[in-house]
């Protein structure tokens, strides 16, 4: 008989589960960081900026009458008329200016040898590259306004250059039509700079110029180059004798009253900084307020720069700098809130409180009146109207309030807007009226000093138009 074996029971064992530290921690890391993620990008990301003591300094902008010695030359005869200087360029005494020819058959050749560019000569056309070169190097995109200018400039200069050369080339025949007095050259009597227009203000100096002669919008200049044929006693020319002028800008009241208080004391004129709009250029001008026929202007005397302008009657300068200085403010951190305005005599403090506030009045379901007192933050106090702005957030427009120990009432009316920032210092926002006092596209200057207002190094926050008063920053 066999012998039964055994059948063996395997029982499966169990290994204890063991926590591995590790695992632990970097699960905690792990949802930590999972939280911190959703939180960072679901909450309100607000910038802030420290408030910092600032200028801005603003030019403001004018529109000046240039005055200056002139002194016109008149033709004596008539005929056909040839310049051999263009505008600009200085005459010394008895430079030829023009030539005058009765019978016109010189001054016909001469005309048609000015419209060949083939009888400029080698060094000529150096000088007229070298101008353009010079342009070129020192071109901007600022300087644009110029280019139209500094095209007739080339354009003039060509033309001289012809002119003088075909009036060589005639020798004989302009000695003949001289001795037979039907060719006349103008030279200048005068030292100077060559201007070739006219326009009636020549004779008016700073001495005798009226208010009615500033009129830019009737301006009417005549150009005597374009003047192919002249008569007896018609202008031919102008000179500039002197770097001397003056500019005539017309101000307010408001203004002549400011600019007086630049003057010292013994003294009847001032300094001021001038920028001509035309090239941008920079100077420094004495200065007198004066008062023409019931108009104010600004007397600007010059010693410099003359040339540069000698074409222009009017110029468009900015005067001075407008220098505003405080705390200087992104103009983003700006926003606008709306108040209740109250009368001063109406805000007190609670009894178990050092709190400002009011006493509200309402009224129960039997009419009974019942008065609570309001706790409430004071914005601005507008010292002109016995005033304070205080918050809508517990008051509206119709409440009642009651004047401290009194029964006198009150009931709330007026609101105003008003700009301010957001002050962060405490962890949340809070709003602080601004008192403007200049500002550009970047930033505002405002303030200090100012009572409920902001200080230097202050907190605010740099989008105002993303935070709401008492929001908690993150």
Not at 266 to 288: C, I, M, P, Q, W
Request: net charge negative.
């Amino acid at each position: 008989m066999k012998s039964k074996r055994r059948k063996r029971k395997i029982v499966p064992y169990r290994r204890r589960f063991h926590l591995n530290i590790g695992i632990i921690i970097f699960a905690f890391v792990f949802i930590y960081f999972v939280i911190y993620l959703i939180s960072y990008l679901t909450q309100n990301n607000i910038a802030v900026y420290e408030v910092q003591y600032g200028q801005i300094a603003k030019n403001k902008s004018y529109t000046g009458l240039v005055l200056r010695p002139e002194q016109v030359f008149y033709a004596n005869d008539a005929g056909s008329v040839n310049y051999y200087k263009k505008e600009g360029d200085k005459a010394g005494y008895n430079d030829l200016i023009c030539s005058v020819d009765k019978a016109g058959n010189i001054s016909e050749e001469i005309s048609q040898a000015g419209m060949d560019t083939a009888n400029l000569s080698d060094e000529e056309l150096l000088n007229i590259q070298n101008t353009i070169t010079t342009y070129v190097s020192g071109y901007s995109g600022s300087q644009f306004y110029n280019v139209y200018s500094f095209k007739e400039g080339v354009n003039a200069q060509i033309q001289e250059n012809l002119y003088v050369n075909a009036l060589d080339s005639l020798t004989d025949k302009t000695t003949e039509a001289v001795s037979q007095n039907t060719f006349s050259f103008v030279r200048t009597t005068v030292d100077g700079i060559l201007a070739l227009y006219t326009d009636g203000y020549e004779d008016v100096s700073a001495d005798n110029f009226k208010a009615e002669m500033y009129n830019p919008a009737s301006y009417v200049k005549t150009n005597l180059k374009g003047n192919a044929q002249v008569t007896s006693g018609q202008a031919l020319y102008k000179i500039a004798p002197s770097e001397d002028w003056t500019l005539m800008v017309p101000i307010t009241e408001k203004e002549a009253k400011e600019y007086q208080k630049k003057i010292s004391e013994g003294s009847d004129s001032f300094v001021l900084h001038v920028k001509f709009r035309k090239d941008n250029t920079e100077t420094n001008a004495t200065t007198y307020v004066r008062n023409i026929d019931g108009t104010y202007f600004l007397q600007l005397n010059l010693n410099n720069s003359m040339i540069r302008f000698l074409s222009d009657r009017y110029i468009e300068v900015e005067l001075g700098a407008d220098e505003s200085k405080g705390l200087k403010l992104p103009n983003t951190a700006i926003a606008e809130k709306e108040f209740l305005v109250i009368p001063k005599e109406y805000v007190g403090k609670g009894d178990n409180s050092s709190s400002s506030g009011v006493i509200k009045i309402t009224k129960d379901k039997h009419g009974k009146e019942k008065a609570e007192f309001i706790a409430t933050d004071l914005y601005y106090d507008d010292e002109a109207n016995n005033t304070y702005y205080i918050s809508e957030d517990s008051l509206s427009v119709g409440d009642t309030i009651q004047l401290p120990n009194s029964t006198q009432q009150y009931t709330i009316k007026d609101k105003d807007t008003r700009k301010g920032v957001y002050n962060v210092d405490k962890g949340y926002a809070v709003f602080r009226l601004i008192d403007v006092l200049a500002e550009n596209e970047e930033y505002t200057i405002v303030k200090t000093g100012t009572k409920y207002g902001i200080s230097l190094y202050d907190h605010i926050v740099m989008d105002g138009s993303g935070v709401n008063e008492g929001e908690f920053l993150n």
